[in-house]
């Protein structure tokens, strides 16, 4: 089994105007009219720095690859309150499988659909940052024979990923959307679970689908046997249309009992 648990803490940094503007106006969320910032604590503070950059720098992405008005949706309260858990790890975080649900079996979505369902709800799409969830949902793939799920792994496509850090982009600039975590160069076999073929026959990620004159492959899939090949990573195009898997998002829960205090989330 690979490790993932090695991946360096790295975060995507906000080094432009346009995204510094994101940021300002999603830190104003965190006030309300008459609340002095002095009555904020510390650690909630910090916390909605990280949502901040979050929206911000996931609203670029999704503006790169869907020009059509479509945005990254905030967290909606009476959701989040009753967002469905199917499993918790032993760690007490909570996972929602699309296709164990009555309403939406059957039902798939594209990359940032399936994201503003599980955002909509306090969560957001999975991220498989060590070696353990990784085999956890591996191993419920297998098990309930889904053919593939949407994680929240993303290509930096947008402003700023010029980068020298980044560069190749294509091997150093895959992330978790979701907690802004950098992935390990997908050229270090042993830090990922990228298969090692894809349909033209080449380790993945290989963004065939632009290769062949369709769209970029710049979202992260997990295919189960596909090309007969196991359970691992493959780079595919957003727009495909999958089933997914939610994950609590801590950010967003913080953010909603912040300004709900009153719900119970």
């Given at each position: 089994m690979k490790s993932l648990n090695n991946q360096e803490n790295d975060r995507i940094q906000i080094n432009n105007i346009?995204?510094?503007?994101?940021?300002?106006?999603?830190?104003?969320?965190?006030?309300?009219?008459?609340?002095?910032?002095?009555?904020?604590q510390k650690e909630d503070f910090k916390k909605m720095k990280v949502i901040a950059i979050v929206l911000a720098s996931v609203f670029c992405a999704v503006s790169a690859q869907f020009p059509n008005g479509r945005i990254l949706e905030p967290p909606v309260p009476h959701l989040c309150a009753q967002r469905v858990i199917h499993e918790r790890t032993p760690d007490g975080k909570?996972?929602?499988?699309?296709?164990?649900?009555?309403?939406?079996?059957g039902t798939e979505e594209?990359?940032?659909g399936a994201r503003n369902y599980c955002r909509q709800r306090c969560m957001d799409a999975?991220?498989?940052?060590?070696?353990?969830?990784?085999?956890w949902i591996k191993q419920r793939l297998v098990n309930e024979n889904v053919k593939y799920i949407w994680t929240s792994g993303r290509l930096c496509d947008f402003k700023g990923c010029d980068r020298p850090d980044l560069q190749p982009v294509s091997v150093n600039g895959w992330f978790w959307t979701a907690v802004l975590q950098k992935?390990?160069?997908?050229?270090?076999?042993?830090?990922?679970?990228?298969?090692?073929?894809?349909?033209?026959?080449?380790?993945q990620p290989d963004n065939r689908e632009a290769q062949q004159g369709g769209a970029s492959e710049n979202c992260l899939a997990v295919l189960n046997n596909f090309y007969k090949d196991g359970v691992n990573w493959h780079d595919v195009a957003c727009h495909h249309?999958?089933?997914?898997?939610?994950e609590e998002n801590e950010a967003l829960l913080k953010y909603i009992r912040y300004h709900n205090p009153q719900?119970?989330?």
């Open positions: 346009d995204e510094e503007n994101w940021i300002n106006h999603y830190e104003q969320l965190w006030y309300n009219e008459n609340a002095d910032e002095t009555t904020i909570g996972y929602f499988m699309s296709w164990r649900d009555a309403n939406l079996r594209d990359w940032l999975i991220s498989l940052e060590t070696s353990a969830e990784n085999e992935l390990p160069p997908s050229t270090q076999r042993e830090q990922n679970d990228w298969s090692e073929t894809g349909g033209i026959g080449r380790p249309r999958k089933p997914f898997v939610c719900l119970r989330v």
